[in-house]
């Protein structure tokens, strides 16, 4: 029963927080919503903001979760880039307090921010880790010509922030792929064969 009513609390704070943002949100629209007393509230959270914590926390490991699935399925080091890409991408999109806080939007800022940006476990953090692995796994079959970069990894990432930024736009998707296609022709490796021209023989009658 005390688990019902704490996944009860975090279903409900997340639709209110998806809708209103953190500050027009508080702890007694809450327990309201969710047809229960204040006091319930504390008895599972010590805060507002360990609770909004909580709920970007589930979000974020349902949104891991779904990514390693697709990735189990892959074998390519590109596709496995490009479907990581995507899927982190899209996911954000689909969850206005995932994209808000991540781009920052005033809406969802919350005190603690800033720390959460360095943590590893959420899904951006996974989405650097995971990156980093497939860069080198791409390096090492020799399908990723990475030695063009200082540092491809935060290239990379730099191009998913700035993608972030432009979600919201009116084509995501057609953002998306010209983005993904920038990322390819960054960083394959293309053998290219010269072609063989046949010279005419010198000397003769």
Known sequence: MRAGKQELLLRT??????????KEVSVADISRAAGLGTGSFYSYFRSKQDFYEQVLDGIEARGIQEAERLLAGLSSSLHKLKALYRFTALAVRRNPI??????GAKKYIYPGQQARRVR???LRGHFERRLSE?????RLRGEFRTGLYRNPQRMIVAVYD???RGLESGEPEGLLEDLLLLVERGLIRRIRLRRLVERPERGGA
Do not use: C, K, W
């Open 13 to 22: 704070g997340e639709e209110l927080f998806s809708q209103h943002g953190y």
């Open 98 to 103: 995932l994209l808000g806080v991540l781009t």
């Open 120 to 122: 590893r476990d959420t």
């Open 134 to 138: 497939i860069l080198r796994e791409g």
């Open 162 to 164: 700035a993608m972030l």
